[in-house]
Nanobody
């Protein structure tokens, strides 16, 4: 069984920064990729950023240049630094691991006020 533990959400004013962290534990394939998704009220869940086992990364167009996903020091852990936050970044952010089964964290809220 794989579990994901998230931290780092919160409230910030537009233009501010936050860092989200996620650590996975359990039986995980070596080639697993990890990602952050988000879901705003009334909208579908969308992929924000993914980091593959090769360290390649992929970003949602609207966050390119503002968000950075990196690996943590522990195996199967990631961080996402979010700079220049906008009100439209407000959402519940979910950590995801794919190996290739999909596992999800419980979600952490990010609120950006104007």
């Amino acid at each position: 069984q794989v579990t994901l533990a998230e931290s780092g959400g919160g409230s910030v004013q537009a233009g501010g920064s936050l860092t989200l962290s996620c650590a996975a534990s359990g039986s995980i394939a070596r080639a697993a990729s990890m990602a952050w998704f988000r879901q705003a009220p009334g909208k579908e869940r969308e992929l924000v950023a993914r980091i593959f086992y090769t360290d390649a990364t992929k970003y949602l167009d609207s966050v390119k240049g503002r968000f950075t996903i990196t690996r943590g020091s522990a195996n199967h852990s990631i961080h996402m630094r979010m700079n220049s936050l906008k009100t439209e970044d407000t959402a519940i952010y979910y950590c995801n691991l794919a190996d290739p089964f999909m596992y999800w964290g419980q979600g952490t809220p990010v609120t950006v006020s104007s």
